[in-house]
């Protein structure tokens, strides 16, 4: 009896490390980790402006430890493949980054801590082809000691 609990136990955790490995094996170190706005928006590609993403963010943010933002790109036409956040004001400006499946809706919604005011950017990747919107947002009370 005890053998078999060894093997089950050993069976689930071997299947849960797979899991774990698989679905953090995508993840965006260089870009994530880059110190540089204009380094980590050319990894992305700025692409071209565009009016098709709906960019939700407080003109003035209370409180720079909760701000929220909404991206929704489901005006295109295309497969969104990705959506990306981008704070010029933080110490690591990727802030998010959000691979997405060609059944489910391109629409994020998130709360981030941010230093000081700065431009917040969503960045959408549609049919190989970057879009980008941006919007202004001021702190009141920063979120980063």
């Not at 980054?97 to 801590?113: C, G, M, N, Q």
């Amino acid at each position: 009896m005890q053998r078999r609990l060894l093997l089950q136990s050993t069976t689930i955790l071997a299947i849960s490390l797979a899991f774990i490995r698989n679905a953090f094996g995508k993840w965006p170190a260089a870009r994530m980790e880059t110190t540089d706005f204009t380094e980590a928006l050319g990894s992305i590609g700025k692409g071209e402006e565009s009016d098709k993403i709906v960019f939700e963010a407080p003109e003035t943010a209370e409180n720079g430890a909760v701000v929220p933002f909404t991206i929704d790109a489901s005006n295109f036409a295309d497969h969104v493949a990705n959506i990306n956040l981008l704070l010029d004001s933080n110490d690591k400006p990727l802030v998010a980054s959000f691979d997405i499946e060609p059944s489910a809706v391109p629409y994020v919604a998130l709360r981030v801590k941010m230093a000081k005011s700065g431009t917040a950017t969503a960045v959408v990747i549609a049919n190989g082809k970057a879009y980008h919107t941006q919007r202004e947002v001021k702190v009141t009370a920063g979120g980063c000691a």
